[in-house]
């Protein structure tokens, strides 16, 4: 299992950007780099995924380095129903049984 | 397109009684996948199937842990005996079949046990 190191909770104001940075010094050549969103009393919900360099979709950024150590999860102009716990997973993109969740990063978004 | 459902959505009982989770899968998801969450602690993963075989239960945590997925369909997870460790939120995930990037795995709003 490659294990993942994220800040334990961070706090933003409506409005701004957040960067929830990710390191996985172990990973691996085949690994993928995958953030999850959780609500309260609901399942973890995908948000992204990428292997290198840049992705983007409709919802956030993923930056990825040369050195695939780490990663930074990007969410432009956050607002309250941002507020959630944010997980970032590495591991084959199908291989969900090798996923480390870890404690997750716990955003909250003030007003 | 109907998500991952599970029931109950919350289960109280008593330490040494028996419990069965059920989870139906997206439809056509031949991968199905069980995690908890216990005590505040990392969600971890429990069992893998790909269609009615299981695939990976490495993570079981004892033979008081029963899954089944009858007909690679709905599956269930049974505990039996409960007990106090066992409270936590079970969750429940399916993926299509197939390796392939952006393959996401879709979680079911999970099921909270609670053994008193």
């Known amino acids: 299992l490659a294990k993942t190191t994220q800040p334990i909770s961070m706090d933003s104001y409506e409005g701004q950007e957040v960067n929830i940075t990710c390191s996985h010094n172990?990973?691996?050549?085949?690994?993928?780099i995958t953030w999850y969103q959780q609500f309260p009393s609901q399942g973890p919900r995908f948000i992204i995924q990428g292997y290198k360099t840049k992705v983007t979709n409709e919802v956030a950024s993923l930056f990825i380095p040369a050195d695939r150590k780490s990663s930074t999860l990007s969410l432009p102009r956050v607002s309250l129903s941002d507020t959630a716990v944010y997980y970032c997973?590495?591991?084959?993109?199908?291989?969900?049984?090798?996923?480390?969740f870890g404690s997750g990063t716990k955003l909250n978004v003030k007003p | 397109e109907a998500g991952v459902t599970q029931f109950p959505s919350h289960s109280v009982i008593e330490k040494g009684q028996t419990v069965t989770l059920r989870c139906d899968p997206i439809s056509g998801h031949d991968n199905l996948y069980w995690y908890r969450r216990v005590m505040g602690k990392e969600i971890k993963f429990l069992l893998h199937?790909?269609?009615?075989?299981?695939?990976?239960e490495s993570g079981m945590p004892n033979n008081r842990f029963l899954a089944e997925r009858t007909g690679g369909t709905y599956s269930t997870l049974k505990v039996q005996p409960a007990e106090l460790e066992d409270s936590g939120v079970y969750f429940c995930?399916?993926?299509?079949?197939?390796?392939?990037?952006?393959?996401?795995?879709?979680f079911g709003q999970g099921t909270r046990l609670t053994v008193v």
């Open positions: 995930a399916s993926s299509q079949d197939g390796a392939g990037v952006n393959t996401e795995a879709f």
């Open positions: 199937f790909v269609k009615e075989s299981k695939q990976d």
């Open positions: 172990n990973i691996a050549t085949n690994d993928y």
């Open positions: 997973l590495v591991g084959a993109p199908y291989n969900f049984n090798k996923f480390y």
